[in-house]
């Protein structure tokens, strides 16, 4: 194992919020990462709404990932996460749950939820590992390709929400992976 490896592996990450300056890198992610890439018109028009929040994660002066969600009364929705080809299962992915695990609590916003595409089994299997659960199949939810999604969900202290168990089933050949 080389020594760049090893040093990748704890990639230790800065995580703050996004500006300005950091659209050109974010769209490199996003265009390396997705086939419907989103475009800076789409970027730019999500960070305008005020309840929504771009962060990004920085390795010294690079940007390495970045994240953005929308916050309501009582959840955090992430419409869109990415991490650099070059830097995945290095951490990034995980320090950007993490911190925004840590913006929940127990009395006001509970849960974290996103959509991922039925396709999108590296995404799945990453949010499994950070404690999410596919709690439902939204049909056809993507316009660009018809594609069906599921809705994982992330809940403070973990509690099983009595509705999730059903739902488990359903989709177990994932699940289990």
């Not at 002066?61 to 959840?75: A, S, T, W």
């Not at 199949?137 to 999730?164: I, K, Q, T």
């Amino acid at each position: 194992m080389s020594m760049g490896r090893v040093e990748k592996d704890q990639a230790r990450v800065h995580i703050r919020w996004m500006i300005r300056r950091d659209m050109p890198e974010v769209l490199h992610i996003e265009q390396h990462s997705f086939e419907y890439a989103w475009t800076e018109e789409d970027f730019l028009r999500c960070l305008r709404q005020r309840n929504c929040i771009g962060m990004v994660a920085e390795h010294g002066e690079k940007v390495v990932g970045f994240m953005i969600y929308e916050l309501h009364r009582n959840k955090l929705h992430i419409l869109n996460f990415a991490v650099h080809t070059a830097w995945r299962r290095a951490g990034v992915g995980a320090q950007m749950v993490a911190k925004l695990i840590s913006k929940l609590s127990s009395h006001r916003r509970t849960r974290i939820s996103l959509e991922v595409r039925e396709t999108n089994l590296s995404a799945q299997l990453f949010f499994r590992r950070q404690d999410f659960r596919a709690v439902r199949v939204l049909r056809a939810f993507y316009e660009d390709s018809g594609e069906d999604a599921f809705l994982m969900e992330y809940r403070f202290g973990n509690e099983v929400a009595e509705d999730m168990e059903e739902h488990v089933n359903r989709i177990a050949q994932f699940e289990e992976n």
